[in-house]
């Protein structure tokens, strides 16, 4: 293989612009045919998942569907998350501190308020478990982080009546 300081214009269907690569990896054949050559990423083909029995099978598809169903939510409250902390790390009195944090909060309720009420009790603990995932921090520690002990405490009472726990973690 020899890297050609060639230009390859790739396949191009439909509207826009044709994409160009500037120098790539071409391998010859011995007819003498140049053919390029391009690392792509390692797809990983795993065999078709079994159950012992029928309700596993159903089990298994009533997570992956609330999972579905959830990801973008936590997704969404990970960006939101770095972003507030990025948005707090500019900020210098403990007053704005807490206008960021209520127009935050306000932004956030606003957004997906709806969505959230109508989840079912699994969907959320799913929601609580992945928030952890993707952030790397329980539900509980952000909001002692942003709204202290006390309301993280009283929250996480209000959670377990209803059966979640915002300590959990994603296993």
Known sequence: MT??????TLPHYGEGTPQTIKGYMTNTLESGEVLPWFPIQEVVITARRTFS???KRQEYLRLRKNVIRV????I???????????????VRGRREERKLIKAC???IKEK??????????????????????QTGNTSFEMLKD???????????????????????TYD
Do not use: C, W
């Open 53 to 55: 029995n029928a309700k």
């Open 112 to 133: 997906i308020k709806n969505e959230v009420k109508n989840m079912t009790i699994s969907q959320g603990q799913i929601l609580v478990k992945l928030i952890e995932r």
């Open 105 to 107: 909060e306000s932004e």
């Open 71 to 74: 990801l973008p939510y936590a």
């Open 146 to 168: 942003i709204k202290g002990g006390l309301t993280a405490g009283i929250y996480q009472g209000i959670a377990k009546l209803f059966g979640h726990n915002l300590r959990a």
């Open 3 to 8: 890297l050609m300081s060639q230009e390859l």
């Open 76 to 90: 969404y409250a990970q960006k939101r998350y770095e972003q507030l902390d990025r948005d707090l790390a500019l």
